[in-house]
């Protein structure tokens, strides 16, 4: 049995360390991050979204997200996606970040 960790989970990990700008929580715990798939030769494709369709910080935010992920050992390329379907709303926050952020 090995103990090492799921590459999903390491991926997980590094996608908490970016934070949105304005708000001062993850991108994870703030439900930006829709979906995460890993093809068979460890490409990863993730479907995000951001608080506000304006975002002035969307291209840095993007760009943090597949830097991050691409540093993760056993990454062979990521890609991300933005999308706006459906639109963030504060209801996709965890009770972590809500709590955190005062809106319970």
């Not at 992920?69 to 999308?83: C, P, R, S």
């Not at 459906?86 to 952020?101: F, H, N, R, V």
Request: glycine share 4%.
């Amino acid at each position: 049995m090995s103990n090492e960790i799921p590459l999903r989970d390491k991926i997980d990990e590094a996608l908490r360390t970016v934070y949105d700008p304005e708000i001062p929580c993850n991108i994870v715990e703030l439900g930006l991050i829709y979906k995460t798939e890993i093809k068979d030769n460890n490409e990863v494709f993730i479907t995000m979204t951001l608080t506000a369709p304006g975002c002035p910080v969307a291209g840095d935010i993007v760009l943090e997200v597949q830097e991050k992920v691409k540093e993760v050992e056993g990454v062979t390329d990521a890609h991300i996606q933005l999308t706006f379907d459906p639109q963030w709303t504060q209801e996709m926050m965890s009770e972590e970040a809500k709590l955190e952020l005062g809106f319970l």
